[in-house]
Structures are given as C-alpha cells and as structure tokens.
T-cell receptor, first 114, second 111 residues
Framework: DAGVTQSPTHLIKTRGQQVTLRCSPK?????VSWYQQALGQGPQFIFQ?????ERQRGNFPDRFSGHQFPNYSSELNVNALLLGDSALYLC???WGQGDGYGYTFGSGTRLTVV | DQQVKQNSPSLSVQEGRISILNCDYT??????FLWYKKYPAEGPTFLIS?????DKNEDGRFTVFLNKSAKHLSLHIVPSQPGDSAVYFC??????????FGTGTRLQVFP
C-alpha cells in the first residue's frame, strides 16, 4: 500500500519564479494538508484541502495557493518566489477532519530558491 | 509567537538508558498532543499521542506524560536503542484544527 507520494523530491528555482509541488495521498485518505519546514524549525501549517476546497489556512501570504483534484491529489503553488521560501515542503494526508492522529506524511519536496 | 516549544535542540543518551524529551506549550485550548519522529530524507512518522483528559499514555518503550497545570509534556523512551536516533517533534492541536509543531529535538543514542 503506497503511502503519501510527493514530487519532485528536490527542486531549484530562481527568485521571482513560480513553482508547483504535487502530492498523492495515501489510499483511502481524502484530506491533504501542506506544511513548510524551514531549516532548524518545525513544520508550519500552510493550508488544508478537503472535498476540493481549502478548509483551513495558516499564516502564509496569498503567493501560496493550492488545489485538490477529484482523485484527492493536491498541488501547492508558490508565486514570486523569495529566498526565504527555501524549505522542505511536506504533504500530509488523512481521512476526514484530520486531528493529526491519522496523518501520514510524505517524504517532502526540498525547494531551494537561488 | 511560538505556541509549542522544545527548548533542547539535542540530546545524547547511552543505549539502554532512558531518554526524556520535553515540550512546553502556551495555548490552553490545545486538547490533543502528539509526538512525531523524523529520520533524514523521510517525512515525520507518528509515534504516540495523548488527549488532554489523560496524564499518561504508554505504548511499548514509549510513554508520554502530560502536566496540564504546567503546560508541559514529556516523552520517555525506555530503554533507548540506537535506532531511536532521530529528530523528535512535539505537536499540538485543538481537535480538528491544524497541528502546531515545536522546533524538534535531535536524539542521539550511542552504544
């Protein structure tokens, strides 16, 4: 049984560019949450998608947007990249409201902005 | 505003001994607490959790203690094994809300 799959694993972008990260949830899961983990920090909540809608959002600017598809997979888009956006981006899937107990995390996408 | 704090960035323990990882929080609305373990190049994996109505939860070698009056929780690993070497994150939530993570503690278990 495949867990959470994220792609790509590594990515290098130039400041000002746009990037799209992808996430396929664990089989049976319908909710996808995205987290940003900067170096030396814990993961920070970006937003959560359920039934193809953004259900919750953390303290991130509008440059961060997302989408969930009918098959529950999700994309995270970041526009006008800044050097400070360099981080590990983690996707977590769960079933239903996701209190964190049922979260399954992917291995993440390491984004480097130069 | 760091609502969940792990003040020890690293901990080194001898194999067979007890590892104690600590976590403090400030938001009294948190009602669910979790510990995650993270190896390099992998995502965090769920380890153990505790509801705010309890003060202790045990799962094999892992025990989590919650002191609500002190807004403090701790993870005890007994006995510690080299395979336990990883970064441990404390996280908290208000039930159906997002997870708030601490900054992590790197545990190294040496022979």
């Amino acid at each position: 049984d495949a867990g959470v799959t994220q792609s790509p694993t590594h990515l290098i972008k130039t400041r000002g560019q746009q990037v799209t990260l992808r996430c396929s949830p664990k089989s049976g899961h319908d909710t996808v949450s995205w987290y940003q983990q900067a170096l030396g920090q814990g993961p920070q909540f970006i937003f959560q998608y359920y039934e193809e809608e953004e259900r919750q959002r953390g303290n991130f600017p509008d440059r961060f947007s997302g989408h969930q598809f009918p098959n529950y997979s999700s994309e995270l888009n970041v526009n006008a990249l800044l050097l400070g956006d360099s981080a590990l981006y983690l996707c977590a899937s769960s079933w239903g409201q996701g209190d964190g107990y049922g979260y399954t995390f992917g291995s993440g996408t390491r984004l480097t902005v130069v | 505003d760091q609502q969940v704090k792990q003040n020890s960035p690293s901990l080194s323990v001898q194999e067979g001994r007890i590892s104690i990882l600590n976590c403090d929080y400030t938001n009294s609305m948190f009602d669910y607490f979790l510990w995650y373990k993270k190896y390099p190049a992998e995502g965090p994996t769920f380890l153990i959790s505790i509801s705010s109505i309890k003060d202790k939860n045990e799962d094999g070698r892992f025990t989590v203690f919650l002191n609500k009056s002190a807004k403090h929780l701790s993870l005890h690993i007994v006995p510690s094994q080299p395979g336990d070497s990883a970064v441990y994150f404390c996280a908290a939530s208000t039930g159906t809300d997002k997870l708030i993570f601490g900054t992590g503690t790197r545990l190294q278990v040496f022979p």
